[in-house]
Structures are given as C-alpha cells and as structure tokens.
C-alpha cells in the first residue's frame, strides 16, 4: 500500500495528534497486516510478531508529538517497528550482525540481472523479463494456484535474512527502493545487491517446481 501524500498525511497527523479515535483505527486497518508481516521477519512465530505491532503502536503514540515529518508516516511506523522487532529479536537469541546476512555463498549461482526488468519499467517494474522456460507446459491453475504461491513463499523464507528482508519489502509489500533503504539503513548499492540476489534464488526455486511439473 502506497504512503500518503501532502495534505492527506498532514491531516491524517493532525487528527492522531488530536486524539481522534477514527484515524487511530484507519491507521492500523492501513498498516496491520504489512507490521505483522514484516515484523515476522525478525522474531521466532506470529504470536510474538503480533506483540511487536501491538509495542510499536504504543510507541507510535507515545512519540507522535515528535513526528517531524522528514521521512513519510508510513517509514516513521516502520523504522519504528523494526526496532522494537530487532531488540525483541536480541532478547531471543536471534541477533546476527546484518551485513553478514546477504553474503552469497561459495556455490551459490545468482541468476543473470538481464533477466528481470529494470525498476524504472513502465507497466511491470523488477518484473522477470521472460518467463519460465516451460511455463507453458503446466496447466494454468496449476501456476496460479496455492502450491504455485507456496513454493514462492517458502522460497522467502529459506532466504538468508537481510535478502529476505529485502525482498519483502520491494516484492511483497510493494515499497520504492528509496524507501527500503531508508528504513533498514543500508545504501541503494546494498539494497540493489541483497534484492537481486534474493530473486535469483527465489526464481531458482520456482524454475525448479515448474520443470518439475512439465516433466511429470
């Protein structure tokens, strides 16, 4: 979901600042379920993840007076909620230090960058510029179904955790790499590596099931 512009955040700050109820309740239906999704990235099960939406929100409110506007709403809520999921996180064991998270391993073969299309396309932005080679093979509910959905989301999730971060934030939540950037603090270089090899290894996967299925 895109951020608000202008006057719309604006006022959206305005009335949260006001204490008014409605625009309280309009925020979390906004961003809810994309906290919980990528609060989920740092801690160990949804139960917890929840608990870091529910502290972050609490801290929304607490520091709202202290909303300067130099970052988007939307990126202020989230650096927020990365941090509370990042201590939670520490408190749990789970702590490892983020650069070493993207490392590509010694055997790892990344897939080819012409293969996916720029950010700046104009109809299908980072999209793959070609299919699966044998896409056309496999019935088309098969490709769209729940199992297609599943081996990308598994995908992701097998993902080394700064690439996995990454992804879902440019891929899944739709974010502009400016944005993820400023929220995790890495450079648009870092961001464009840990994204690119994100989707080479999700895109492996996912040749892997299809060819799978065209053989079968």
């Known amino acids: 979901m895109r951020p608000l512009r202008g006057d719309d955040e604006r006022r959206l700050v305005e009335a949260l600042r006001a204490g008014e109820e409605e625009a309280f309740v309009a925020l979390i ?18 139960s917890v993840a929840e608990d870091v939406v529910q502290e972050t929100w609490l801290n929304v409110l607490g520091a709202l007076e202290r909303f300067e506007g130099r970052s988007s709403l939307r990126t202020w809520i989230f650096a927020i909620l990365v941090n509370c999921a990042r201590r939670r996180a520490e ?3 789970r702590s490892i230090p983020f650069a070493a998270l993207g490392e590509a391993g010694p055997d790892e073969q990344e897939v080819d960058a012409d293969r996916f299309l720029d950010d700046g396309h104009p109809r299908f932005p980072s999209a793959w510029a070609a299919p699966v ?3 056309a093979a496999l019935p088309e509910e098969r490709l769209l179904g729940r199992e297609a959905l599943a081996v990308v989301a598994e995908a992701i999730a097998a993902l080394p955790p700064a690439q996995r971060e990454v992804i879902t934030l440019r891929d899944v939540e739709g974010w502009p790499a400016a944005e993820v950037c400023a929220l995790l603090e890495i450079s648009e270089g870092n961001q464009r590596v840990l994204l690119h090899r994100a989707r080479s290894r999700v895109r492996r996967a996912f040749e892997a099931y299809v060819n799978e299925g065209a053989s079968s």
């Open 91 to 93: 408190r749990e064991g």
């Open 29 to 46: 239906r906004r961003h809810g379920p994309a906290m919980s999704r990528v609060a989920a990235l740092w801690v160990k099960s949804p």
């Open 133 to 135: 080679d044998t896409w």
